[in-house]
């Protein structure tokens, strides 16, 4: 079992940054992949990024060069850096954790992660 606890989100404007951090406890060694995943209301969840145990990472192309996934040596702290925010970016942001191995095939999408986390706000105004 894994446990992971989102925090960081807020408000801010265009432009503007913030840091999520997942903390993750439980059977974190056996993870595969760590991802963020995004939902704003009326749409569906969305992968942004995903770093696997080795430290390989892979973004949406809607957050390439804007945001920056990374972990500590223990695996147990998801860190994505988000700059340059934009109103399109607002959503509820997930931490999730795959501990089947499916993130290497499903990468980004919601089906390949079986841990979730219970999501933080960011809302970005124009």
């Known amino acids: 079992q894994v446990r992971l606890v989102e925090s960081g989100g807020g408000s801010v404007h265009t432009g503007g940054s913030l840091r999520l951090s997942c903390a993750a406890s439980?059977?974190?060694?056996?993870?595969?992949?760590m991802g963020w995943l995004r939902q704003a209301p009326g749409k569906k969840r969305e992968g942004v990024a995903l770093?696997?145990?080795?430290?390989?990472?892979k973004y949406a192309d809607s957050v390439k060069g804007r945001f920056t996934i990374s972990q500590d040596n223990t695996r147990n702290t998801v860190t994505l850096q988000m700059n340059s925010l934009t109103p399109e970016d607002s959503a509820m942001y997930y931490c999730?954790?795959?501990?089947?191995?499916?993130?290497?095939?499903?990468?980004?999408?919601?089906?390949?992660?079986?841990?979730w986390g219970q999501g933080t706000q960011v809302t970005v105004s124009s």
């Open positions: 770093i696997t145990s080795a430290g390989t990472t």
């Open positions: 439980g059977a974190t060694q056996d993870t595969f992949c």
């Open positions: 999730a954790a795959d501990d089947k191995g499916h993130c290497y095939t499903s990468g980004l999408m919601p089906s390949g992660y079986n841990w």
